[in-house]
């Protein structure tokens, strides 16, 4: 009997604890809209090495890009970047790329946000003539530093260059940005 009491009171005051709410509302809002700007340092492989060949290139491309980071919802992100490499060129090859597209966040956890994107945009290279459509797949990990500032502790992208053949660099980069509003 006193095992069942025991039982029934522990039972009522769980289910009163999960009922109870410390605050009646958020003791803090986001606001709707954010807008983020950022620069960043990259190293890709830029799948071309000459000779109109697709193939690992023997050097990784180094270079620099800046990001915007634009957040209406905690779901609905869009980001630009631009991104030119330039650096430790074999051949006399670089690449720049041009593209904008959703930002999706998967979870917050303490201070860092795990996100995947999918970009849209086009790309240029020493090797191209003009500019070629450029689809590009990738994800990272920000570290929010403080209010303002949030470290991109890394972020990877697979594109795709629509030329013949079509060449598939793949690389990433490190960077921070400064939150404007």
């Not at 009171?9 to 709707?32: D, H, K, L, R």
């Not at 620069?39 to 890009?65: I, K, N, R, T």
């Amino acid at each position: 009997m006193k095992f069942s009491r025991c039982v029934l009171f522990c039972i009522a005051i769980a289910a009163i604890n999960v009922s109870a709410s410390a605050q009646v509302a958020p003791a803090a809002t986001v606001s709707g809209l954010s807008l983020s700007a950022g620069g960043e340092g990259s190293m890709f492989q830029p799948d071309y090495a000459g000779a109109g060949v697709a193939q690992d290139s023997p050097f990784a491309l180094y270079g620099m890009g800046a990001y915007l980071d634009a957040r209406f919802t905690r779901w609905a992100q869009i980001e630009a970047e631009a991104r030119w490499l330039h650096w430790h060129e074999y051949a006399g090859i670089n690449e720049n790329t041009y593209m904008i597209g959703p930002r999706i966040p998967i979870y917050t956890f303490r201070r860092f946000t795990p996100y995947g994107k999918v970009l849209f945009g086009w790309g240029s290279g020493s090797f191209l003539t003009g500019q070629a459509t450029t689809l590009a797949y990738g994800g990272g990990v920000d570290y929010q530093l403080t209010s303002r500032f949030t470290l991109r502790a890394i972020d990877f992208e697979y594109q795709q260059f629509r030329v013949t053949p079509t060449i598939r660099p793949y690389g990433g980069s490190v960077g921070v940005s400064y939150r404007i509003f």
